[in-house]
């Protein structure tokens, strides 16, 4: 996606919704995390500024309790190019002036993917998430409501907090019965004096524990 316009430039785009999937930022320090629940994003294949094809658009918790976006809604709005693009997937937010044209599609599906209306981002906080390999995530779940593509702040040290490194990572917080996840392999966090913590196995099994297999 080639975002020519400056940083402050309010973009008119419009488009079709091809996956709707929670916008989440993960903060990292050692074997400490801390997530940031800051609403959804809107991969839609339409138009956006004087370019054409497929896009991100982030939009808040507000917007979504409103609209209920799911894939085949035809839509358009008014956004702005993200300043700082390591900090989010999508290239456009501080979204306003939505307007639905066209109804999404309902109609049952056999997942995997799961689709429809996303969940509210609090019942994303109360399921948990296990990592997600990437290839999978970018083959199989892209248009799904579990799959999640979140911007990754590492601090490296906290005695100095300006020292970071940044990156993104994939989750899934589908059914741990779900035939296509694949796990990937696992992710090291670096620390202070070259240091690094491996998150193991174990990390995603006690995000998930609460949960039966086919929740």
């Not at 929670?22 to 990292?28: K, Q, T, V």
């Not at 358009?76 to 290239?91: I, K, M, Q, T």
């Not at 939505?98 to 109609?107: M, N, V, Y």
């Not at 799961?114 to 248009?143: A, I, M, N, Q």
Request: hydrophobic residues 30%.
């Amino acid at each position: 996606m080639n975002i020519a316009q400056s940083k402050s430039d309010k973009i008119v785009w419009s488009g079709r919704l091809v996956s709707v999937q929670p916008r989440i930022r993960l903060s990292r320090s050692y074997d400490e995390r801390y997530h940031s629940y800051l609403g959804y994003l809107l991969r839609l294949e339409g138009t956006y500024g004087e370019h054409s094809g497929e896009f991100l658009v982030a939009v808040g918790k507000g917007a979504h309790e409103r609209h209920a976006f799911c894939i085949g809604m035809e839509l358009n709005g008014v956004s702005v190019p993200v300043a700082d693009p390591r900090l989010e997937v999508a290239g456009f937010y501080k979204t306003s002036r939505i307007q639905i044209h066209k109804a999404g599609e309902l109609s049952p599906s056999s997942p995997p993917p799961y689709l429809g209306v996303p969940p509210g981002l609090e019942t994303y906080r109360f399921r948990g998430h296990r990592r997600l390999d990437p290839r999978t995530y970018e083959s199989k779940c892209l248009s799904c409501i579990w799959g999640c593509r979140m911007p990754v702040e590492i601090i490296l040290d906290q005695w100095d907090q300006s020292r970071k490194r940044y990156r993104f990572e994939t989750f899934c917080y589908g059914p741990k019965s779900c035939l296509v996840y694949r796990a990937g392999a696992t992710r090291k966090v670096p620390g202070k004096d070259g240091l690094s913590w491996e998150e193991e196995d174990w990390v995603d099994k006690e995000s998930t524990a609460h949960r039966r297999p086919d929740d």
